[in-house]
């Protein structure tokens, strides 16, 4: 069966501090990833998606950026994070018709 | 670009039945979904509606009308458990092929005993 893993489940990072959030898939190959951020009781944002290795694509402009170095690996970064980048992240990954997310990190920037 | 609507707070009893509502405007329409997501947690998925109609698991029903840009979620029976935020998204093609899911702000439903 297909499974989702994210890490670190909660972060706690000082503003100007880099970022990297990781995200792995296992039992399925080449799937469309995704990683979205959730501020405190809003609805999710689509920060960037992938279609395959190095594919990337941008929603919104910010300091964050992406990578997939690997066909099951997805990886959200950061140089030098701010206080607007507190949230709940969120990778996830498509099959048929659903979504399904990892467990989510918690982001506070301090 | 993408965009959805749906209230931001539904109360119901226990037993009650509750029908959360979604309009959403897009380019490139693929289907409707819906998701639950308790306080702390993911999201988790629950429906799906890529046809007009009504589409039901167990408790939960979903409605789609592509015409009317518009879906609903019904939840029969409510249980307490059934207090979570709930969500409804839109799959749609981009470019370069890649189904991308916008996501509506919620809707927090409290079920009440």
């Known amino acids: 069966s297909q499974t989702i893993h994210q890490w670190p489940a909660t972060l706690v990072q000082p503003v100007g501090s880099p970022l990297s959030l990781e995200c792995t898939v296992e039992?399925?190959?080449?799937?469309?990833l995704y990683w979205y951020r959730q501020a405190a009781g809003r609805g999710l944002q689509l920060l960037f998606y992938?279609?395959?290795?190095?594919?990337i694509s941008s929603e919104v402009p910010q300091n964050l950026s992406a990578s997939r170095p690997q066909d099951r690996q997805f990886i959200l970064s950061s140089k030098k994070l701010l206080l607007s980048d507190s949230g709940f992240y969120l990778c996830?990954?498509?099959?048929?018709?659903?979504?399904?997310f990892g467990q989510g990190t918690r982001l506070t920037v301090v | 670009g993408q965009s959805l609507e749906q209230p931001s707070e539904v109360t119901a009893v226990e037993g009650a039945i509750v029908q959360i509502n979604c309009t959403y405007q897009t380019s490139g329409f693929y289907g409707l979904s819906w998701y639950q997501q308790h306080d702390g947690g993911a999201p988790t998925f629950l429906s799906y509606?890529?046809?007009?109609g009504l589409e039901e698991t167990g408790r939960f029903s979903s409605f789609l009308s592509r015409s009317d840009s518009y879906g609903y979620l019904l939840l029969q029976e409510l249980q307490m458990k059934d207090s979570a935020s709930y969500f409804c998204?839109?799959?749609?093609?981009?470019?370069?092929?890649?189904?991308?899911?916008?996501f509506g702000s919620g809707t927090q439903l409290t079920v009440l005993p």
């Open positions: 039992g399925t190959s080449n799937p469309n």
């Open positions: 992938s279609i395959g290795i190095d594919q």
């Open positions: 509606n890529a046809l007009d």
């Open positions: 996830a990954w498509t099959q048929g018709q659903g979504s399904f």
């Open positions: 998204a839109v799959r749609s093609i981009s470019s370069g092929s890649a189904r991308q899911l916008t």
